[in-house]
């Protein structure tokens, strides 16, 4: 069993910077990202990156949020740039491949990210 351990959700004016940091223990992770969910709305990608260093992100955070990978299990996510819109909880999904079992997939809690005007 992973667990997610989330960090770094604040209340942050538009336009400021935010770090938000996920850390996974236990097993092969193979990948690891954010995703969002605002009030009334869709959970909705953010950004992924995989073992191999390849990295997605969601089209509304294309050229301000930048996803890195601290260590094997540890992956950052910066925010700079940032608008009421990205108000949210945001969440780490990680993605592991125990031997010789199926993917998985884990989630953290969650950690609220408030962008005020």
């Known amino acids: 069993q992973v667990q997610v351990v989330e960090s770094g959700g604040a209340l942050v004016q538009a336009g400021g910077s935010l770090r938000l940091s996920c850390a996974a223990s236990?097993?092969?992770?193979?990948?690891m990202g954010w995703y969002r969910q605002a009030p009334g709305k869709q959970r909705e990608l953010v950004a992924t990156?995989?073992?191999?260093?390849?990295t997605n992100y969601g089209d509304s955070v294309k050229g301000r949020f930048t996803i890195s990978r601290a260590t094997k299990n540890t992956v950052n996510l910066q925010m700079n740039s940032l608008q009421r819109e990205d108000t949210a909880v945001y969440y780490c999904?990680?993605?592991?491949?125990?031997?010789?079992?199926?993917?998985?997939?884990?989630w953290g809690q969650g950690t609220q990210v408030t962008v005020s005007s």
């Open positions: 999904n990680v993605k592991y491949h125990p031997p010789f079992d199926r993917e998985h997939e884990a």
């Open positions: 236990g097993s092969i992770i193979t990948a």
């Open positions: 990156i995989t073992d191999g260093g390849s």
